[in-house]
């Protein structure tokens, strides 16, 4: 099974891109580091559901569309 940090990442940045948002505009309305925001979608940290929630809500989308 893949490593859910990178599933999770890698529908992030699916989401992100099919609103057209920048990883820089993301992370600024989410209110996270826009390097963190990187390593989230590289899948290479393991957040917190309060930060998977906020991604979700800033997405305008369902956590559930993110989650693998």
């Known amino acids: 099974m893949q490593d859910v940090a990178k599933i999770f990442g890698s529908k992030v940045r699916a989401a992100r891109k099919l609103r057209g948002l920048s990883q820089d505009e993301l992370a600024l309305r989410a209110e996270i580091d826009r390097s963190?925001?990187?390593?989230?979608?590289?899948?290479?940290?393991?957040?917190?559901?309060?930060?998977?929630?906020?991604?979700?809500?800033?997405?305008?989308?369902?956590?559930?569309?993110?989650?693998?």
């Open 36 to 68: 963190y925001m990187g390593r989230i979608e590289r899948g290479e940290v393991r957040i917190t559901l309060e930060k998977a929630y906020k991604l979700a809500a800033t997405l305008g989308c369902d956590i559930k569309e993110l989650l693998p």
